[in-house]
């Protein structure tokens, strides 16, 4: 994110801006009752790198040597950051800020602009202390449309107020960021402008298709119980109140949560430590918690919100807040949670994160922060994973859900996760995060249980090889997978509304996803031999144990992962079980039940596979589980893991996490079998 180079500005002299209380104001006077801040600069204000000719001080020729930055004051305890006053304009007038150099107190009135770079090529240009300045697009276009028209408006944004050329000071500000938004009176969500939200192209056909489907839906919810969502019409100039299914403010969420800002890591601390939150939406207005309202109200409704790319990218951040606000977050239930999201630099999604973990926190995690070209992402990646082991002395960093990418880092040992490798968040239709790790890291605070123990709580202290390549672990191998079902790929629901022959092609490709994941589900019933009168390990009926398998042991602790698992059961039962199933929806529906789920394949499913084991054990294991696999019991991990042995030097590679119906709680750990082996 802080990467992305751009030129200089000029700084202002600390000794020439006297910081005071006389010099921050409020002001109510706008109609929208909403806060104004802004700094009132005294009447003298030099800038750096300035020459003096005729008695007047000029700015340096565009070809001076000397940095346009001038370094941030250190020599105080209390860290130093810039603010950009944003000059009152209008429409088309050109952009014109000042940039001031302030302490990082609490009583500094500004707000912090949260937004989407954007491609770095994409430059703009504003005026800042007299000289052009090369802005991302994004950037400027905000800035105009939040600029007041009669008075200064006090802002941070980083690419203005951070100087990109200096990886130092970048490093040390990245540290100060989660202050920074923290300290903000306001952070301001910008998605973009009214030109940008028309471009999202959406087929008439598209739009009558979901005021339809709307208006049959809203008898089925209890409108007069459903939060009204507040809404600023900048160009009307006055608040409107929409309903969760109005079809505006359902068009409103399909193009909101289209838009890249939702799925970059540094948002995702920008929003959650910040006091309040705006969403700026073309040119209307939204308070982040009156849209996560409306969205948890529309998500309880009994049925798929269609056309909707998905909810987790916002929701996670929701999560994000209450765990943040209880102080109970650990840095792998962190980076495990927003895997989903992007970050130019492989390093801020690490970076972007640390910050959501109290540094006053037993839980704290003290990461090297370097943004220089020599220090290796793998290298860094490694760094990160050993300090998680030794904080945590346990092994289920190394419990994490399968991806469908393909890690692009070189040199990663497989116990060293890829960061960097993105999720795809367009199959997961329920609120939270998903999918999660068999250890259910995520959904744990610092202070929680983990569900499982098939160590019995033993601990762990890291090891690692003379190479510090290989990580040295205690275990045995408990089982070997002799057979392995097909994988789970979810069903996936249209969200293209661009054109009538692309929604019904996307139409077409969710029913074959449906049909594909009923053809998987069969597959797993025959692997787990639910029709056979053996019973299983543990003495239940193996279709039971096959239930409590693709359930994770939740099939009688959720009642919508127990209608899941009816549903899917129903629709392969019989011989015409895909009409069959077709059925039992139009039936859901008319009688205002669930009739499509997605709680399984939001939770543990996707891109999972069921095997058995040559003992006769079922288990649940990632999509690159092959037949030999071993299933290995280690100390200091809740979870059995799946490791490949190496035929050649005897080491092995971390395959996945796994759940094996049977020894999650410790059935089947032995002490005395425990051995070290070595994971490349």
């Known amino acids: 994110m802080f990467l992305r180079r751009s030129l200089c500005v000029i700084a202002v002299s600390p000794s020439f801006y006297q910081y005071s209380d006389k010099y921050i104001e409020r002001d109510y006077g706008r109609k929208s009752t909403q806060l104004s801040r802004h700094f009132v600069r005294p009447p003298v204000l030099r800038a750096e790198g300035s020459v003096k000719k005729d008695g007047i001080s000029r700015p340096l020729p565009r070809d001076t040597p000397t940095s346009l930055y001038a370094p941030l004051d250190s020599s105080t305890s209390q860290p130093h950051i810039r603010l950009i006053e944003l000059l009152p304009g209008r429409g088309s007038h050109p952009l014109t800020v000042n940039l001031i150099e302030v302490p990082l107190s609490d009583h500094l009135l500004y707000e912090a602009i949260s937004y989407c770079w954007g491609d770095p090529k994409d430059k703009s240009i504003v005026t800042c202390n007299g000289h052009t300045l090369p802005v991302p697009r994004n950037l400027e276009v905000a800035l105009r449309n939040m600029r007041y028209q009669d008075k200064p408006r006090v802002l941070w944004a980083d690419a203005i107020c951070i100087d990109q050329s200096n990886r130092a000071e970048m490093a040390s500000q ?116 009156d849209v996560i309202r409306a969205l948890k109200f529309m998500r309880e409704a009994n049925f798929p919100l269609a056309f909707i790319v998905t909810l987790e990218n916002i929701s996670t951040i929701d999560q994000e807040r209450k765990f943040y606000r209880k102080g109970d977050t650990k840095l792998n239930g962190v980076l495990l949670r927003h895997q989903r999201c992007t970050a130019t630099d492989p390093r801020d ?74 999720a795809t968040s367009t199959l997961n239709y329920a609120w939270g995060h998903g999918p999660l790790s068999l250890a259910g890291t995520e959904l ?34 408990f089982d070997k997978v002799v057979e392995a079902g097909s994988i789970f790929q979810g069903v996936q629901m249209p969200y293209n509304v661009e054109s009538f022959p692309q929604i019904v092609r996307e139409w077409i490709h969710c029913f074959e996803t449906l049909l594909r994941a009923r053809k998987v589900f069969t597959c797993w019933q025959q692997v787990a031999n639910i029709h056979s009168k053996k019973t299983y390990v543990t003495g239940e009926t193996m279709r039971e144990a096959h239930l409590q398998t693709v359930s994770v042991a939740e099939v009688h602790d959720a009642d919508r992962v127990k209608l899941e698992l009816e549903l899917w059961e129903k629709g392969t039962r019989f011989p015409f079980g895909l009409p069959y199933s077709a059925f039992i929806f139009v039936w859901h529906f008319v009688a205002s039940k669930p009739f499509l789920v997605f709680e399984l394949q939001g939770r543990y499913l996707l891109r999972r596979k069921i095997v058995r084991t040559e003992a006769g054990y079922l288990g649940l294991a990632s999509n690159t589980t092959e037949v030999g696999d071993s299933v290995m019991i280690c100390k200091g991990s809740s979870v059995p893991l799946i490791m490949r042995r190496n035929q050649e030097d005897g080491s092995f590679r971390l395959i996945g996490d796994a759940y094996v119906h049977g020894i999650m709680r410790g059935e089947a750990f032995q002490t005395d079998k425990c051995h070290t082996m070595l994971v490349n």
């Open 174 to 289: 990245v540290q100060l960021m989660r202050t920074i938004f923290s300290k903000a009176q306001r952070t301001l969500i910008w998605l973009g402008d009214v030109k940008e939200k028309e471009q999202q192209r959406m087929s008439k056909f598209a739009l009558y298709t979901i005021k339809a489907g709307l208006s049959i839906f809203q008898w089925r919810v209890p409108l007069v119980a459903s939060p009204q969502v507040p809404v600023w019409h900048v160009h009307e100039g006055r608040y409107r109140k929409l309903a969760p299914f109005s079809s505006e403010f359902y068009l409103e969420v399909i193009g909101m949560l289209r838009t890249p800002w939702f799925k970059r890591a540094w948002v995702v601390q920008e929003v959650v430590v910040s006091s309040k939150a705006t969403i700026f939406w073309g040119s209307s207005q939204y308070d982040w918690e």
């Open 349 to 422: 999604k690490i970076y972007s994160f640390c910050g959501l973990v109290e540094p006053t926190s037993e839980n704290h995690i003290p990461v090297r922060i370097s943004y220089e070209d020599k220090d290796d992402i793998a290298v860094i990646y490694r760094e990160v994973a050993l300090e998680i082991l030794e904080k945590d002395q346990s092994l289920d960093l190394l419990s994490r859900p399968p991806l469908s990418a393909v890690s692009s880092t070189t040199n990663l040992p497989s116990w060293v996760p890829d960061w960097s490798t993105s």
């Open 444 to 477: 744990a605070g610092a202070s929680s249980n983990l569900r499982f123990a098939a160590s019995c709580n033993s601990k762990y202290s890291p090891k690692v090889s003379s190479t510090g390549e290989g990580l040295v672990v205690e275990g045995y191998q």
